[in-house]
């Protein structure tokens, strides 16, 4: 079973600020992670995934996220926030099946 | 090119009532997911497609749930007996093939409201 913990459902930053939105995972067997972002009203949209390779990972819009295996943590940063990036972001799972668990999400408020 | 896209966007309907939701996915797309995001969660994975047949349908929550995609293309999720627990937000996405690596394109959604 696979399971995913966003543990902040909501996070205020400041414009410029820096963010860091954290996501623990577990699993049984090798994982695929995802970070997804959703605009109200929209669908979602993949940010950054890590498949393999470099721990390291770059998305789009300035956001990159650094898979952890010992502590089973992939947390999504980003330098300096705009007030476009506010949006609901989702991290996931997913097994050799491609069936993917999400998070509950954490709501980021960029505060002018 | 064309997303995914999902009719209706929102639907209304009373309780014990018949409905069904459509997902078309990106042309070319042979796999297509169902997922349902309640208020407040994450998008909870129903069931998933690999052409024309249901590879995983182990989300679904009970049998009042169905879904087919006869020609590997349009799916519809149908629901039986509605029930206000069933109100969500009903999302599809589509992937290219069936594999660990491929990227989930989603749609916008359809919001279900039982009242």
């Known amino acids: 079973a696979q399971s995913v913990t966003q543990l902040d459902s909501q996070v205020p930053v400041f414009e410029e600020a820096p963010v860091e939105l954290r996501c623990n995972y577990s699993?049984?067997?090798?994982?695929?992670l995802f970070w997804y972002v959703q605009y109200p009203n929209q669908g979602l949209q993949l940010l950054l995934k890590?498949?393999?390779?470099?721990?390291l990972v770059k998305g789009i819009n300035g956001f990159e996220a650094e898979f952890n295996k010992s502590q089973t943590s992939f947390h999504l940063r980003k330098p300096s926030v705009h007030i476009s990036d506010t949006a609901e972001y989702f991290c996931?799972?997913?097994?050799?099946?491609?069936?993917?668990?999400f998070g509950t999400g954490t709501k980021l408020q960029v505060i002018p | 090119g064309a997303g995914v896209s999902q009719t209706p966007s929102n639907k209304v309907t009373e309780k014990g009532k018949y409905v069904e939701l459509r997902c078309d996915p990106i042309?070319?797309?042979?796999?297509l997911y169902w997922y349902r995001q309640s208020l407040g969660q994450g998008p909870e994975f129903l069931i998933y497609?690999?052409?024309?047949?249901?590879?995983?349908d182990s989300g679904l929550p009970n049998d009042r749930f169905f879904a087919v995609r006869p020609e590997g293309s349009v799916s519809t999720l149908k629901i039986q007996r509605t029930e206000r627990g069933d109100s969500a937000v009903y999302l599809c996405?589509?992937?290219?093939?069936?594999?660990?690596?491929?990227?989930?394109?989603f749609g916008p959604g359809t919001r279900l409201t039982v009242t």
């Open positions: 996405a589509s992937s290219r093939r069936m594999g660990d690596r491929n990227e989930q394109y």
């Open positions: 699993s049984s067997v090798s994982v695929y």
């Open positions: 890590y498949l393999s390779g470099s721990t």
């Open positions: 996931a799972v997913s097994g050799r099946y491609q069936k993917v668990t």
């Open positions: 042309s070319g797309h042979t796999a």
């Open positions: 497609f690999q052409g024309t047949g249901a590879a995983d």
